[in-house]
């Protein structure tokens, strides 16, 4: 009799005074980790600042390599497209075409890159302690805004250099930078939980981002396009990012309203498949990863 009343007391201990938290796996979208990236922004942050430090740590140039990366890319896009393909652009000058879409692009791909190894990434953490795990690929899509703004400075000197006036039209960019990053990010999610189980994602990364590259509109017009393939082009949702991009700065052209509408549908769409496979992908990531 007394055994059941210690036992009794025992569990009445563990309920009242020593309060255990279970951590129950979700159906669907994780909602509740979602909602729990707000307490965590601290740690956000952290990852943030611990993957620029990173990128550029024991580096010749350090962060200049953000800089020089896109720059190099526009010199030699403009040698082959422009000056030996002649290329078009729209009567902007190319230097300065080229390089308005390659920073939109940079923001997205790198992002995209560093997203989908940031779980494997980061196993060791995983491992240890609990967080929502979606900080990870969240982090390092955001971390690329520190290179973006200082590629976006350069651009400031290019449009000065060539004499470009800057429109009304510049309050839009934000809005562009936001959809490349949610392009980014909604990818990020999807190939981060990807490469826990299926390794060789990592390898499939670079022809993946190769092939997106060409095709989106970053060093040549939509304009060359035959009117039957720009439906498909529409499709990439780059393109309207890319494209209303380079309208909102550099004021030139009308703006393709339909592919941006077609990039908002499917970032949307990538976004809410993304996270529904990364939540029931997480809770096996400390056991596989």
Known sequence: ????????????????????????????INWRALKEIKHYKDLLFFFIWKEFKVRYKQTLLGVAWAILRPVIQ?????????????????????????Y??????????LGLGRASESVVGNASIITKVYFPRIILPLSYTLGGLIDFGLQFFVLIILMLIFGIKIGLSILFIPFFI????LSSLSVGILFSALNVKF???????????????????IVYSHEIIPEKFRLIMRINPMTGVVEGFRWSLLNKGSVDFQAILFSVIIVSFLIFAGLLYFSKVEREFADIV
């Open 199 to 217: 390794r060789d994602i990592r390898h499939l990364m670079p022809f993946l981002t190769q092939v997106w590259f060409f095709a989106t509109p």
């Open 100 to 109: 308005c879409g390659l920073l939109p692009w940079q923001l997205f791909s």
């Open 178 to 181: 936001i959809l490349a990053l």
């Open 1 to 28: 009799m007394s055994r059941k009343i210690l036992t009794i007391l025992r569990n009445l201990y563990h309920i009242v005074v020593k309060r255990e938290i279970i951590i129950k796996p979700s159906r669907g």
């Open 74 to 98: 526009m010199l030699i896009f403009t040698l082959i497209f422009h000056k030996f393909a002649k290329i078009p652009s729209e009567g902007i000058p190319y230097p300065v075409y080229a």
